[in-house]
Every structure is written in structure tokens, then in C-alpha cells.
């Protein structure tokens, strides 16, 4: 019998199999699971009330990010000085459930705390072949070092801890190619937004999507992990890409990654995970990176995605029922007109930071729009939030945060941030924001707030423009 | 979690596409570190015409009066019936645990998102997946009744209709087990603990470098 060739996502699932049951669900093993304070203190109340410990305590790592403080004052005075009390005690909870159980945690001043989709590469604590999980939707960023890597609920944080397994059903195989070169200016953001603007927001449902072809395979990691990390937004779990040179660079020397008796061991595996040539997709999907323009959103699904020379649809743009009412109402939430300009959306803040761009790479890219400009008047607030304290620090190296500051934007201590506004850093009802964050949801960034997406550079543009403007006509 | 075997209830409807789990429960709601007391604040932005705040006595708040959960028609409703791609978004748990907290066990759509579906089976929770024409009748239906009811038989797996119609649905025969019998997933996991524990043996012969311990 000749056996087809195996995707990366095959291969990944097979190596984890710990058993099949008969109807097709199985038990995979977990090699990482990252914790943040918000969708664990049940996981662990449940381990408590069962009297059951962690199955291997060392695969757990912790950090908070959702809740902290971003702004310096208030953070500077650690857990207890978080002015919120319902975020304080959250945050505090994750700590005691730390000590507790033994688990490692990066803590709230700790330099190495951060977006925990930012910490996990950042400290080699995720790596190829790895299967990483997270109560976190964004746990596919990890994806982009050849690991497999999704988000999961509470009850499997808890079965994760307990058991060091998940009960998981094989997702179907989808390849993502994006062949040739991105132009100037263009982004892996705008890679992304064009892949799930093509796809919609469920077209990945049900699949495990591979990122390949040229245009992938010539990003830096961190490009790699903002297009992993966004497949989310188009419906699947899991987002990843082969391991090549690029990977194996990124990991090596960082704290958690092989050391040198393990070194050659570990590359003779890593250098195995790429789908084989005669594998076989039950899906896939090509663009041309060419085609793709600086992308942004208008409407309140990340599927709702433009050029940023395009004009705001109209309901009657669309056929399908569905689609015309969804126009319709994200119309009227985002205060828009069919026909309006892109570049004519006024904005009112500005928001740089997530687990889908806050890397030196993207603060890095979005400095270099800024320097020696400042932001427009009618921007009320521009933000910068680094993914972690060594963000920070890095970029703190090479002179960034004066760029920013500079400009008039504010520079500010790691975490999650307005993102998904669970801090103080919120928009208020009816602004416009760019943001290179993810999700364009009604209230997501803050009550009847407006979001737009963006990449790090065309958000750095549109906070000095004061509107959207097409940031390869300022490289 | 509590068993789920027939449910005979009043249906509601959430009549719109891709609606993500940001919208079935705001974020500010998701600082609590208990499992429940999120019904109130189910679709609070669409409920309520002020911004939710945790801690709040929702029975003060102005409601919405065109949202349908605040029609006396669907009072008491525990079926919800939905668009595609129900539940989309972030994996929030706290979503499901709202619907749960507020009186849904049971959400029928013509698609949902994979989190928030494999969530829902944790929490006694049945999402079911029909036609796409098959829901839209069941929304005609609905809204030509006051009081419109559906009885849902898990074990049959099979949807009454008042008129006598039957629909067959799918449902994974594990989930359905564990639903049936209201089981704890993570007792029977460690049923397989010993074949867990060769798996782990093996792998860290193969991978010792996942197996290191670090001190922080």
C-alpha cells in the first residue's frame, strides 16, 4: 500500500496520540500549557474541590496580562496597587494559585512578564514540535514555530492540569499559500486581514491551517506568529508554519530551549516538521502577495476588510440576506456611510500594542512612521503597549520609547491593554480607533467603541494623519 | 455538570450571523473567579441600554425594549435559536456559562464556532447543528407563536416540533455519553492514566529537552 505524504498538522497530531477512541475522539498529550489569570482561578478551584494536583506541574507556565495596569504609576506598586478591585483580585488569585501548585509565574513586575502569546516564544517556553494550549482563542500564534498550538475553554484548562491530556478530534487539513512578494509597506497584518477576508470568519472552521508559500516562508517570526495568530479570526483553532532556518534561529540561546548536549537531538526532530510534498489538503486557498494593499477594517467582524484605497460597502453591495443585514448594522454601529473613502475615517485613538503586534518587530516598524512627526490634533490618544517587559526593555535599547514620545504618543508598561479593554485603557462610545490589535467586535475595545484594524505601520501613519492614509506613500 | 436528557422548552431566537462570544458576555464580566452568576449579563450590550459593571443589581438597569430576551414571550425560554458561525471569537468558558446561568441548555444553529461548541458539552449545554433551511423554518415557526416550544431528546437525538414534525440531528457519541450521564471528562481521562503515563515515558526518551525543568 502506498501511504500519502503527511501535513505538518498530521504529523504534530500523531506524534501526541496518546489513544483513539472508537468514535474518532482521541487523547493528545500536552507538552506546554500557559496560564493567565483570567480563565484559570475556576480550572483551579476545580482542582481543588476534586483534590487533584497537576499531572506535571513543569509543563505549566503563568503570567497575567489582561487585567494589569498599563499605566506606570499604578503599576509601579505591583498586585496590590491595581485600583481595580475585581481585576486586583484576579490577578492576586493567579499567584496564590502559583505558589499553590508549584507552578512557574512570571509575575506582574517580573521583566519577563508580558502577552503570554509573547512570553512563550520570547523565553524558548514554546518550541517546534511542541503541542501548546492556552484558555486563550490566540494560543495559535505559538503555531508559528511549528508547534500545534490552540486555544482552549476553562473545563480543559482544568482536564489539561490534571491530566496532561486533552480529548481532541482530528481537525481537517487547509493550506494557505501566498505565493511571489509583498510590496513595500505591506505587512504580515495585512497578509492576514487579506487571507481572512477572503476566507470570512468561518472558513477555517473545522480545519488546522497551514501558512505557506514564498511570502511565509521570507517572514520573520514575527510576522510568522501575527498571520498563526490570527487564524483564529478566520474560524480555525489551529494556525502554523513549517520549521525552516528562520525558526531554528529564532529559538536558539533563548532560556527554555534545548540546551547544547540536546541541541542536535532536538534539530534532527524540528527539521522533520513541514508537510511532506505529496501531502494531501482537503483544502486550499492562494493569494498573491502581490495583490495584497495595506488592509483595513470597517465594519465589526475582521472579515469585514479593505484596501485602504477602497470605499465603505454598501447593504446593497451584497446578495445574501445575511450578509446585507450584517452590512447594515455594522454600518450604523460604526457611524458610516456606503460609499465613504477609507482614508476619509477620522480617528480618535490609536492603539499599538496585542498579542497579534506589540513584538520589537512591530515597534520597531511602527517608529519609523513616527520619528520626527507628531500626532494629529483631533487624536485624542495614541498608545504604545510593548508584549512584554523585554519588549519593553529592547525597545527601550535602541530608543524607541523617545520616538513615541516624541511623536506624542504614550509609551506604557506590558499587557493585553485596550485590546480587549479589561484595564483602564478603554475607548469611549462612538470614537474611531486604529488598532493593530485583532478583533473588530461591537464593545470589544470599549462600550460602543469603533474599531478598525490595522498593521503597526499604517496605525503609526493614521495617528499622524489623523485619518487612514495609505502608508506606502510615506516609505 | 448536570445530566442532559430531554428538554421540553420555550425557544428564543438570536437572529443574527457570527455572533462572537465578546457579545454573549462582555469582557468586563470575565474578572469574576467564580463559574456562575453570568446569566444576568448574557448579551449585556444588547440587553440593557446603560454599560454593565459587575457587582451590579441588573434588576435596576434600564432594559432594552426591542431586544427579544426582554419580550414577556420568551420568558422562561431554555432553546435558543441562532445564525451561522453561533459563538465565534474568544474561547471564553464564560460564554457558555452565561447561556447555562440564565436558563439555555440547548442552542440550535446551522454552524458554530469550534471553542465555543466543544465548550458548551462541558457544561451540559447541547449546540446543535441543523440545515441552514431547517433553522429558518424553525425561526418562521417561532415567530408566528406565542409560547413556541420544541422538545429535544438527546439520547434519540431527535427534535419535536408542536406540529408532530421530527428532525434528526448528530451528536459524537463520547459527548453524548458524557452529556447524557452528566460524567466529569477528567475522571475518565484518568482512567487512561497508566497509558498516559507509558505515552509520557516514551516521549521523553524521544524528547528529553520538553522534559527539563527550569527555575525561575
Redesign the interface.
Known sequence: MIMAGQTLYDKLWNA?L??E?????A?L?I?RHLVHE??S??AF??LRL?G?LP??V?ANIATPD??VPTELVERSGGVEAIA?E??R??VR?LDENCDEFGI???SINDVRQGIVHVVGPEQGAT?P??TVVC???HTATHGALGALAH??????V??VL????L?Q?K?KNMLVRVDGELGAGVTAKDVVLAIIGKIG??GG??YAIEFGGDVIRKLSMEGRMTICNMA??G???VGMVAVDDVTIDYVKGR?????DG?WQ??LE?WNTLHSDDDAVFDKTVVLNGADILPQVTWGT?PEMVLPVSGIVPSPNDYSDP??R??CE?ALQYMGLTAGQAITDIKLDRVFIGSCTNSRIEDLREAAAVVRGKKVAANVKEAMVVPGSGLVKKQAEAEGLDKIFLDAGLLWREPGCSMC???NADKLGAGEHCASTSN?N????QG??GRTHLVSPAMAAAAAIAGHFVDVREWI | MKAFTVLDGVVAPMDRANVDTDMIIPKQFLKSIKRSGFGPNLFDELRYLDEGQPGQDSAKRPLNPEFPLNFPRYKGASILIARENFGCGSSREHAPWALEDYGFSCVIAPSFADIFFNNCFKNGVLPIVLPAAKVDELFTAMYANDGFTLKIDLDAQVIVTPAGESIQFEVDSFRKHCLLNGLDDIGLTLQDADEISAFEAKWQQKSPWLFRTHSA
Open positions: 501526541h496518546v489513544k477512541r472508537d468514535d474518532g475522539t487523547l498529550y507538552d483570567v480563565t482561578p475556576q478551584e476545580g476534586a487533584r499531572w506535571r513543569t489582561h487585567n481595580d475585581i481585576s483580585i484576579q488569585t512557574t509565574e512570571f518550541l514540535g511542541m484558555g486563550d482563542s486555544g482552549i475553554g476553562t473545563s480543559e482544568e482536564h490534571a491530566t496532561q491530556c480529548i478530534k481537525s470568519t468561518a472552521t473545522g483564529i479570526e474560524g480555525a483553532r532560556p527554555f530551549a534545548p540546551n540536546e537531538l532536538a526532530y467582524s445575511a450578509q443585514s450584517g448594522r480587549l479593554a479589561m478583533r467586535f461591537e464593545g470589544r462600550f460602543g
